[in-house]
């Protein structure tokens, strides 16, 4: 184009497109700055940066996401005021998958990249800026053939990791033992072995599993199979220099093998060859801060953008991967020779008390194992007693200052509130005024207690929160643990007993009975090759799934009896949380950008309580296919962002408030 008249030609102006750290919602998006020519070497993209932020007056933190140029040559630019660091911490494709998770839970990039990005440690990002970049880690012929060789009972397995196919497995149920000795989960085994066969075609693997437990079993299952340095833990119970040091050896080109928690989904490894998730079914593979992605949804979007393989493993099968297999999205693998443990359903007999906690078939059961080893008995509440009722008219036991639930820690003891923690010294009945308390449930302090009253002289192990095992020996001991605690044993237990399973079915949730199958058949994975596995109390199709060892079939059955109701993994729930009237405004936005969603899509708004906040609440379900997730997260998005703005125009110089709050694929609507 021609220069205009009296004039030269205008070179384009170089921009910063930078990404501020700030969990602000309206400040979601990349800012031109430009560049001035004392940082135009150093600018480049994946930088940590300082540039200033108008609106608040003052310099922020922020990442340069890419270098572009102006879209307006004329619009006045403020330049980047200094660049922190020439490592490039946010390559592109951490910052696309950040992006693009962000945008499927209507949430900030920034939420998702503070997941991953450790705080910067000036010392190890130095030391790591002089190095000499690691040496390719080869995994030796022995580690190969032993990768082969326990993956081989699956078929197709070793065939679909370098094509890059997405897997649904069903993990053995069983003990094993690792290469360098060590009790560990045969799950672990085949975990490491996939990474393993992964690295050894130069790419790196991911893999995610719940808790230090399950980290730490993946780990024995690597020693002495990897070479030096091939291995990075990516664990928020590091110390920070240690976290940093893990990101910015997996952000190199050397391949490698990441395992951590929830977060390790976003390793900012090049090429990936792997993710693998464990037990997909935990809670704690659910982000409890915002966007709320669980590492499921991140490992899909990954594994869509990034290539390589996709595997989801357990001992049960989630509706959510049994969804994806029913769309042919996940291949099912299974072992060519089935695998199950050998399942009994105890009930009391005739004769015998109804009530009767542990069946005359099951103490018989443990009485035999115990002549051998350990035995393992799940219950599902730790403590003594975790409920109180009156002794007379057997309502439940309240504090007389907080209403919170009464609960006993030990025989005898005062009674103590859950809530407020206070001593309930002299309680009284408010109901028939009597001051008779009952307890009402065991915990795993009192079930201990009872048990080693019935086996006098057996050792009694008790493993909770409160007492963390993470192993115990081949001598015989009962071992009590909640659900999620159980320790492994040398050579896996001779029996185990599963109590409380009617109570733990009682919640109030929409996936309890899901999660109990998920609870028991971990248990059960825990006993001994043939040692029984007995199931107390608890009949129908849940129990039967165990028994038979199904449990992607009555994934299945839930999956139909869910599609009517519309109800997750079915169908995609969002939440909205806030004042009544914004509430309002985004759902009228919604039902404006997606016009041919179903008319009982909306369930609300209904009043409720924020005991953040003392002004009006409202909450609301929305239910949408997942044909129009984009159409609706995006709606949803929009309307947080006006919402934000809404609330910083009407605070006018005080701390705005949040008004509106979403939070998309909501596990379970029902909590």
Request: charged share 25%; aromatic share 4%.
């Amino acid at each position: 184009m021609a220069p205009p008249l009296g004039g030269a030609a205008r070179m384009p102006r170089r921009v910063a497109r930078v990404l501020i750290d700030s969990p602000l919602p309206q400040l979601d998006r990349l800012f031109d700055y430009a560049i001035p020519d004392n940082l135009a070497a150093e600018a480049q993209p994946g930088v940590r940066v300082r540039v200033p932020l108008r609106t608040a007056g003052r310099l922020v933190d922020a990442y340069l996401v890419e270098l572009g140029e102006a879209d307006d040559a004329e619009r006045p630019l403020s330049e980047l005021d200094a660049v922190v660091s020439s490592a490039a911490v946010l390559p592109p494709h951490l910052y696309a998958l950040a992006r693009r998770v962000a945008d499927r839970a209507a949430g900030s990039a920034v939420d998702i990249l503070r997941l991953v990005l450790p705080k910067r440690q000036v010392r190890v990002e130095k030391a790591w800026l002089t190095a000499d970049a690691p040496p390719r880690p080869v995994p030796s012929d022995e580690a190969r053939a032993w990768a082969l060789k326990t993956l081989a009972p699956f078929a197709g397995l070793g065939d679909a990791l370098p094509a890059g196919e997405r897997v649904a497995l069903d993990a053995p149920p069983r003990p094993a033992i690792a290469p360098a000795g060590g009790e560990v989960g045969a799950w672990a085994l085949t975990l490491a072995a996939a990474a393993v066969t992964v690295l050894a075609e130069g790419r790196s693997a991911i893999i995610v599993v719940p808790d230090y437990r399950d980290q730490e079993q993946v780990e024995s299952a690597f020693d002495g199979v990897l070479p030096e340095g091939a291995l990075v833990r990516f664990d928020a119970r590091r110390p920070n220099p240690e976290r940093y040091r893990s990101f910015l050896r997996a952000l190199g080109r050397a391949p490698c093998i990441v395992i951590g928690n929830r977060s390790a989904v976003y390793a900012p490894v090049r090429d990936l060859g792997l993710i693998a998730v464990w037990d997909d079914g935990d809670p704690l593979l659910e982000e409890p801060l915002a966007p709320y992605v669980h590492a499921r949804d991140a490992a899909l979007v990954r594994q869509e953008l990034d290539g390589g393989a996709l595997l989801f493993a357990g001992h049960t099968r989630t509706t959510d991967v049994e969804r994806l297999v029913a769309v042919g999205w996940l291949r099912e693998v299974a072992t060519a020779r089935r695998e199950a443990p050998k399942v009994v359903l105890s009930a009391s007999v005739q004769g015998e008390a109804q009530s009767a906690r542990v069946p005359s078939s099951a103490f018989r059961a443990a009485r035999e194992a115990l002549a051998h080893g350990p035995v393992l008995v799940q219950v599902a509440r730790p403590g003594y007693s975790p409920v109180l009722v009156c002794g007379d008219c057997r309502q439940p036991a309240r504090c007389p200052e907080c209403a919170g639930p009464l609960h006993a820690p030990g025989p005898r003891a005062v009674p103590v509130c859950g809530w407020c923690g206070r001593a309930a010294r002299g309680w009284v009945c408010p109901h028939c005024e009597s001051s008779k308390l009952r307890l009402a449930s065991s915990g795993s302090e009192r079930t201990a207690d009872e048990l080693g009253r019935a086996f006098p002289g057996v050792r009694v192990i008790v493993a909770d929160g409160d007492h963390p095992v993470t192993h115990v020996d081949a001598r015989p001991a009962l071992v009590v643990a909640t659900r999620g605690a159980e320790p492994l044993a040398a050579g896996g237990y001779r029996a185990v007993i599963l109590l409380d399973g009617d109570r733990m079915l009682l919640a109030e949730s929409l996936r309890i009975a899901e999660s109990c199958l998920r609870w028991w058949s971990n248990a059960a994975a825990l006993a001994a090759p043939g040692a029984p596995v007995h199931l107390v109390g608890v009949t129908g199709g849940v129990a039967r799934a165990l028994a038979t060892w199904t449990q992607p079939a009555y994934a299945r059955a839930e999956l139909v009896t869910r599609a009517p109701l519309r109800m997750p993994p079915a169908s995609r729930v969002a939440l909205l949380e806030g004042s009544p009237a914004a509430v309002d405004r985004a759902l009228a936005a919604l039902r404006e950008a997606v016009p041919d969603m179903a008319a009982d899509a909306i369930l609300g708004p209904l009043p409720d309580e924020d005991p953040r906040s003392d002004v009006p609440h409202a909450r609301t379900l929305v239910r949408f296919d997942y044909a129009s997730g984009s159409a609706v997260t995006s709606s949803l998005r929009s309307s947080v962002v006006a919402e934000a703005l809404r609330s910083r125009r009407a605070a006018k110089g005080r701390t705005p408030r949040n008004t509106l709050r979403v939070r998309v694929d909501v596990v379970d609507p029902l909590l």
